[in-house]
């Protein structure tokens, strides 16, 4: 089982397809769709972008 995992991990970051932005995305998605059914809605994630400007005005400067 840890081999198999291991393996998958490999081929996916071999790929390129995993960086900060997809992993984000992916969250967004499984919120918006957990909250389909939800009776309040709660809080929707912004875009990626929107994401990386608010978490650059949170780092200290330099």
Not at 15 to 26: D, T
Not at 33 to 53: F, H, I, R, V
Request: one cysteine or more; glycine letters at 8%.
């Amino acid at each position: 089982m840890k081999l198999t995992v291991l393996c998958v991990a490999l081929l996916v970051a071999g790929c390129g397809a995993v960086n900060s932005q997809s992993i984000y995305e992916g969250l967004r998605t499984q919120q918006s769709l957990k909250n389909l059914g939800a009776l309040q809605p709660s809080e929707k994630m912004g875009t990626y972008d929107y994401y990386e400007k608010e978490r650059k005005k949170l780092k200290p400067q330099e």
